[in-house]
Nanobody
Framework: VQLQASGGGLVQAGGSLRLSCTAS????????VGWYRQLPEEPREFVGT???????NYADSVEGRFTISRDNANNTVFLQMNSLKPEDTAVYYC?????????WGQGTLVTVSS
């Protein structure tokens, strides 16, 4: 199982980005997928999740600005980020769990300038 996160970049405050997490070696649609973010020397922070039934859950800090969706036909989960703030700057990771083992993507850097 491998997860590949992409779509990060530099954006001005108030702007938008869409991150993608594409899986191989797994039928992604059968599993819950989470997004986390991390700053250097900081603990990894929960952003949101999407279940196999497409139910979503978000951290308070991103609720109403971020949206997670999935394209099962392409084994991909998306994180749409709107109204970005400088404090959203971080490396973003996707993760899934299969048979009590967690699989993490490599991370994609999002930088929001003020």
């Amino acid at each position: 199982v491998q997860l590949q996160a992409s779509g990060g970049g530099l954006v001005q405050a108030g702007g938008s980005l869409r991150l993608s997490c594409t899986a191989s070696g797994i039928t992604f649609g059968n599993y819950n997928v989470g997004w986390y973010r991390q700053l250097p020397e900081e603990p990894r922070e929960f952003v949101g999740t999407i279940s196999s039934e497409r139910r979503t859950n978000y951290a308070d800090s991103v609720e109403g600005r971020f949206t997670i969706s999935r394209d099962n036909a392409n084994n991909t989960v998306f994180l749409q980020m709107n109204s970005l703030k400088p404090e959203d700057t971080a490396v973003y990771y996707c993760v899934t769990r299969k048979r009590d083992r967690y699989y993490w993507g490599q991370g994609t850097l999002v930088t929001v300038s003020s």
